[in-house]
Structure formats: structure tokens, C-alpha cells
């Protein structure tokens, strides 16, 4: 059974930054194989996604935080991390890693797409 393990949340004023963190463990197939993603969601609004990464580190973002965010692997730790820069209080949500066996990373930004999820870190930006 596929377990992930979000860390790094926390509470920052805007502009700044935090790094955020997901272990991967129970994977059945070989890490590089999987899409790698974090998703979001706010009070009252709709788990949208943030970023993906797939096979060959290739990346995708949602145009809010293009060019602020950076998502990025480490295959050896089968890890995934979230670089948040210039941090807003829109930004302000909970965050969630979610997985799903696919090289490519088809659809990521729909929720439906992955099978299994962490249980999510918080991050609160304050202006």
C-alpha cells in the first residue's frame, strides 16, 4: 500500500517562503514511473492542483504560482519537495502530495487521476 508523508508547513508572512516535503513508501512500481504531485485546498474551495512531476523530471504548474513554485525529485530518497517562493495569503491552504503510476503525468491537474494521497500539511500566509 502506497503511504506518502507530507512535512515542512508551517505559518509565514507574505513574501516569504517554505519548502515542503513528501516521503513516498509501498510503491509497487519502480518511483520514476509514478507522477508525482502536490494539490491544495482551501476552506470552502475545491482541491486544485499545484504542481506535477513525471518521468525525466519533467514538470507542470498551475498558472498561479508559475515562476514562484518549483517541484522537484529525488529518486534515490523517493521523495518529493515543494519550493515555495514569494508566498501570498491566496496561497494559504492545505497542502496535499498524491501519486499515481504514470511516465507522463496525464491530467494532473484533476484530482480523480490519483490514487493515493497524504494526509496533508498546512501553510498559512499572512499579510
Known amino acids: 500500500q502506497v503511504q506518502l508523508v507530507e512535512s515542512g508547513g508551517g505559518s509565514v508572512q507574505s513574501g516569504g517562503s517554505l519548502r515542503l516535503s513528501c516521503a513516498a513508501s509501498g510503491l509497487i512500481y519502480s518511483y520514476n514511473t509514478y507522477c508525482m504531485a502536490w494539490f491544495r485546498q482551501a476552506p470552502g474551495k475545491e482541491r486544485e492542483g499545484v504542481a506535477a512531476v513525471a518521468s525525466g523530471d519533467r514538470t507542470n504548474y498551475a498558472a498561479s504560482v508559475k515562476g514562484r513554485f518549483t517541484i522537484s525529485q529525488d529518486n534515490a530518497e523517493t521523495t518529493v519537495y515543494l519550493q515555495m517562493n514569494n508566498l501570498n495569503p491566496d496561497d494559504t491552504a492545505m497542502y496535499y502530495c498524491?501519486?499515481?503510476?504514470?511516465?507522463?503525468?496525464?491530467?494532473?491537474?484533476?484530482?480523480?487521476?490519483?490514487?493515493?494521497w497524504g494526509q496533508g500539511t498546512q501553510v498559512t500566509v499572512s499579510s
Open positions: 498524491a501519486t499515481y503510476p504514470n511516465v507522463y503525468c496525464s491530467g494532473y491537474l484533476f484530482p480523480s487521476r490519483y490514487n493515493a
